[in-house]
């Protein structure tokens, strides 16, 4: 974990099972994300981005629902490699914590940019749907929330 | 709902604390000792700032092995920027961002 560049973290009053639905199904992404991650979550499984202003791809490495996800990430700009995200959902009485770690980006500058800046977007709108009801319309403000 | 952004703005109502965002900001995961060096706070004061920015969830940390490494989180920051300008100003404010940057000559 040295290589750690940002740990994310928000508190959604919710249930981790509710967390890892969002986490994991395509018609919930597109609501607070803007594009859709396609995959069987299955441990070694592809996954792909549907929507959204870059392509992203990645295997799935780790599966522990409601509580672990983590997956490699496809670097941005032709950077090549891929970095890894990881998820962790931690229940705390009457809220959930959410964590976001995205790592091994040491090579990839470019993309360590534009996902530091995207993952608060992408996990504020989604504490936002889960609490409310209504992501935000991340899709319209790409530039600012290109993860 | 109140009291998180009560102390998230109580949070950043303080210069010194200001300061170790952007510390953390340009450089992630430092430890407390690497907290202190550049300041002229007390390790007590660090220490006591940064449990404020913790429990507001502006700092989290990690551990690593027996050191603690602590990582700027702008969650809380987005959830402000969403609530009051992100829906209708966000491309108007791009713009008077990037000519504040270019009037006053400020790097990125």
Same mark, same amino acid.
């Given at each position: ?147 | ?10 949070? %950043?109502?303080?210069?010194? =604390? @200001? *300061? ?7 450089? /992630? ?28 969830? %502006?700092?989290?940390?990690? =551990? @690593? *092995? ?7 989180? /702008? ?34």
């Amino acid at each position: 974990m040295t290589d750690t560049e940002f740990v994310y973290t928000t508190y959604i009053r919710s249930t981790p099972e509710k967390v890892w639905q969002a986490l994991t199904t395509a018609e919930f992404q597109r609501q607070y994300w803007g594009l859709a991650l396609i995959s069987d979550w299955k441990k070694g499984s592809k996954w792909e981005s549907d929507g959204g202003c870059n392509h992203v791809s990645g295997e799935v490495l780790e599966v522990a629902p409601p509580k672990r996800l983590a997956y490699t990430w496809s670097n941005f700009d032709g950077e090549p490699g891929h970095s890894r995200v990881t998820f962790e959902i931690e229940p705390m009485g009457e809220v959930v914590r959410l964590s976001v770690t995205h790592d091994k980006l040491k090579t990839a500058p470019q993309t360590l940019t534009k996902i530091s800046g995207g993952w608060p977007h992408v996990f504020a709108s989604l504490k936002s749907l889960l609490e409310t009801g209504k992501g935000f319309d991340i899709a319209r403000n790409k530039e600012s929330a290109a993860a | 709902m109140g009291t998180d952004e009560d102390r998230v703005f109580k949070a %950043l109502a303080d210069a010194s =604390r @200001r *300061g170790l965002l952007d510390r953390l900001r340009k450089k /992630p995961g430092l430890t407390l000792g690497e907290l202190c060096e550049h300041h002229d706070m007390s390790r007590q004061a660090v220490t006591k700032h940064l449990g404020l920015l913790e429990a507001a969830n %502006l700092v989290v940390t990690r =551990r @690593r *092995g027996r050191e603690k490494l602590h990582y700027l989180n /702008p969650v809380p920051i987005s959830e402000i920027y969403a609530r009051w300008i992100g829906r209708f100003e966000q491309g108007r404010m791009a713009a008077l961002d990037n000519l504040k940057q270019a009037l006053e000559g400020e790097k990125q």
